[in-house]
C-alpha cells in the first residue's frame, strides 16, 4: 500500500520546538518533491514549505521563513519539518505530500500531489 505517514506533532509551549517527519511505505520518496501542507480550523489547507527530490531546492511560505527548515534523507525515504519558534498561529493539523515536479510542489498546487499524508496535529499554547 502506497503512502505517507506524518509523525512528531503534539502540545508545545509558544517559542517551542518540534520536529515533523513524513515517511513513505510502499514507495520511494527519491524522485518525487515533498511538500508540508498545514490546516488550523476554520481555515484552507496552505502550503508552507516544499524540498526537491534531491533536497538541493527548499521553498517556504513567508509565514513560516526564518523559523522553519525542510530536509530529507532519501535513505531513510523520510522527510523532515524542524520547526523553531513556535507561535499559537502555527497550531494546525500537518500533512506531507509527494508531488513529480517542483515546480508544482513550489507553489503548492494541492491537486498536483500524488500522495497525501493523513496528518498531525500541532498545538501551541501555553
Known amino acids: 500500500q502506497l503512502q505517507l505517514v506524518e509523525s512528531g506533532g503534539g502540545l508545545v509551549q509558544p517559542g517551542g520546538s518540534l520536529r515533523l517527519s513524513c515517511a513513505a511505505s510502499?514507495?520511494?520518496?527519491?524522485?518525487?518533491?515533498i511538500g508540508w501542507f498545514r490546516q488550523a480550523p476554520g481555515k484552507e489547507r496552505e502550503g508552507i514549505s516544499c524540498?526537491?527530490?534531491?533536497?538541493?531546492?527548499?521553498n517556504y511560505a513567508d509565514s513560516v521563513k526564518g523559523r522553519f527548515t525542510i530536509s530529507r534523507d532519501n535513505a531513510k525515504n523520510t522527510v523532515y519539518l524542524q520547526m523553531n519558534s513556535l507561535k499559537p498561529e502555527d497550531t494546525a493539523v500537518y500533512y506531507c505530500?509527494?508531488?513529480?515536479?517542483?515546480?508544482?510542489?513550489?507553489?503548492?498546487?494541492?491537486?498536483?500531489?500524488?500522495?497525501w499524508g493523513k496528518g498531525t496535529l500541532v498545538t501551541v499554547s501555553s
Open positions: 524540498i526537491g527530490s534531491s533536497g538541493g531546492s527548499t
Open positions: 510502499g514507495f520511494t520518496l527519491d524522485y518525487y518533491a
Open positions: 505530500a509527494a508531488c513529480r515536479t517542483y515546480y508544482y510542489c513550489s507553489h503548492y498546487v494541492r491537486d498536483a500531489m500524488a500522495y
